[in-house]
């Protein structure tokens, strides 16, 4: 049975934490930014040991998580705010609207969550189960 992906990473960044504080003798956050930089750039490049499969497979899966928690539509729980939407100028799910409302300036409309308008309901169930 494949080990859930939210204990694989947990037991990743214990051992994370592990070879921060063994190779540098602090936390992460204690560190310098060289410091940081060269304990990351250790995990990127597959150097550091301790890791199952290794820790470039780690990183990967940290940035991929990271970008979609910045970037993914707020329903999912991260990108709170809209903020990874405003960085890039995204301005979400845009809604058609009739040409005498857009004319009207009335029309305008703030971020929207994919979800806002109830027309997937049960994808946004699904989602958040």
Not at 20 to 30: D, H, I, K, L, P
Not at 36 to 62: H, M
Not at 112 to 127: L, P, W
Request: aromatic share 10%; no cysteine.
């Amino acid at each position: 049975m494949a080990e859930e992906p939210r204990a694989v990473l947990q037991r990743r960044t214990v051992r994370s934490r592990r070879l921060r504080t063994s190779a540098y003798g602090a936390a992460f956050t204690a560190l310098p930014p060289q410091q940081q930089d060269a304990v990351l750039s250790d995990i990127e490049s597959g150097k550091a040991t301790g890791f199952t499969p290794s820790s470039d497979a780690f990183f990967r899966a940290i940035h991929e998580h990271t970008l979609q928690g910045m970037f993914g539509d707020p329903v999912y729980g991260g990108n709170k705010n809209f903020a990874g939407w405003d960085l890039i100028g995204y301005p979400g799910v845009k809604s058609p609207l009739p040409q005498a409302t857009r004319s009207s300036g009335h029309g305008q409309e703030a971020h929207k969550s994919t979800y806002a308008n109830g027309q997937f309901a049960k994808a946004k169930k699904e989602a958040l189960a």
